[in-house]
């Protein structure tokens, strides 16, 4: 059981409002985008779910007892070293999901503080007969292409709840875990505490929010100002910007991607 009282705060927003929520759920989250199964990026993230709000939050420092850093170096599958920064902030990312109006809003690291809305995504699941336990948990076995790349997710019709980590939803049962299929992105169940009688914070969504669209475009932008650092540290890629290089570049820097 969590005996400490656990709020998030989102400092940037001016406004916020407490909601009670009923359940709580705590992950592991694993980010080794173009180096499968590295384990370069481990953060704590948790779940909570009210009535009206669903609230995903990762890198955060409050999570990290204070704050985290990782500096790593890799080596890929011809044996080129690589290295790799990452860090919890006092915002972290987030997903709030509005189960009122079915809206899912987020943010994303750019140069600057990028906060996007968009439709809850609709994820086509493959809804398997394959059952297993997860610390005790029944959970049931679903696979899906979502957003370039393809996902098992193990859920729980103990609690029907059609959330879970992240933007994946969908279900009809909370996802305890899941995982893509080339071990870059894995949310790994830690426990659970249902119902949760404490108090979270989640902000005030009314405010002006970037739409997903503009969201993309800003991601094509960071890929540009990513390969034009590239090619002033004189690493190996495409000098002229080609689509190869666009494509490599978005599977190393981004969840989600669409080729």
Same mark, same amino acid.
């Given at each position: 059981?969590?005996?400490?009282? !656990?709020?998030?705060?989102?400092?940037? !927003?001016?406004?916020? &409002?407490?909601?009670?929520?009923?359940?709580?759920?705590?992950?592991?989250?694993?980010?080794?985008?173009?180096?499968?199964?590295?384990?370069?990026?481990?953060?704590? +993230?948790?779940?909570?779910?009210?009535?009206?709000?669903?609230?995903?939050?990762?890198?955060?420092?409050?999570?990290?007892?204070?704050?985290?850093?990782?500096?790593?170096?890799?080596?890929?599958?011809?044996?080129?070293?690589?290295?790799?920064?990452?860090?919890?902030?006092?915002?972290?990312?987030?997903?709030?999901?509005?189960?009122?109006?079915?809206?899912?809003?987020? =943010?994303?690291?750019? =140069? =600057?503080?990028?906060?996007?809305?968009?439709?809850?995504?609709?994820?086509?699941?493959?809804?398997?007969?394959?059952?297993?336990?997860? *610390?005790?948990?029944?959970?049931?076995?679903?696979? +899906?292409?979502?957003?370039?790349?393809?996902?098992? +997710?193990?859920?729980?019709?103990?609690?029907?709840?059609?959330?879970?980590?992240?933007?994946?939803?969908?279900?009809?049962?909370? &996802?305890?875990? +899941?995982?893509?299929?080339?071990?870059?992105?894995? !949310?790994? !169940?830690?426990?659970?505490?249902?119902?949760?009688?404490?108090?979270?914070?989640?902000?005030?969504?009314?405010?002006?929010?970037?739409?997903?669209?503009?969201?993309?475009?800003?991601?094509?932008?960071?890929?540009?100002? =990513?390969?034009?650092?590239?090619?002033?540290?004189?690493?190996?890629?495409?000098?002229?910007?080609? *689509?190869?290089? &666009?494509?490599?570049?978005?599977?190393?820097?981004?969840?989600?991607?669409?080729?």
């Amino acid at each position: 059981m969590i005996k400490k009282i !656990f709020i998030i705060k989102i400092l940037f !927003f001016s406004t916020i &409002i407490n909601s009670q929520t009923n359940l709580l759920v705590k992950y592991t989250e694993v980010i080794s985008l173009g180096a499968p199964s590295v384990n370069l990026k481990t953060y704590n +993230a948790s779940l909570f779910v009210s009535n009206d709000f669903g609230l995903y939050v990762t890198k955060i420092d409050s999570l990290e007892n204070g704050g985290k850093t990782i500096t790593k170096t890799y080596k890929d599958k011809n044996g080129k070293l690589f290295g790799i920064r990452d860090f919890s902030s006092k915002d972290g990312l987030y997903q709030i999901t509005n189960r009122s109006n079915d809206t899912l809003y987020s =943010n994303a690291r750019f =140069n =600057n503080k990028f906060m996007y809305k968009e439709v809850v995504p609709k994820i086509d699941w493959e809804i398997t007969n394959e059952i297993k336990k997860i *610390e005790g948990i029944e959970v049931q076995k679903a696979k +899906a292409l979502f957003r370039g790349r393809y996902y098992i +997710a193990w859920f729980t019709k103990e609690i029907p709840v059609a959330l879970g980590p992240w933007k994946l939803n969908g279900l009809p049962g909370l &996802i305890i875990e +899941a995982y893509d299929s080339n071990n870059e992105v894995l !949310f790994l !169940f830690k426990k659970i505490e249902y119902p949760y009688k404490k108090t979270f914070i989640t902000p005030n969504l009314k405010r002006e929010w970037y739409n997903y669209e503009e969201f993309i475009k800003e991601k094509e932008n960071q890929i540009q100002r =990513n390969l034009k650092y590239s090619r002033a540290i004189g690493q190996h890629l495409d000098s002229k910007g080609s *689509e190869t290089a &666009i494509i490599k570049l978005r599977k190393k820097s981004f969840i989600e991607y669409v080729d």
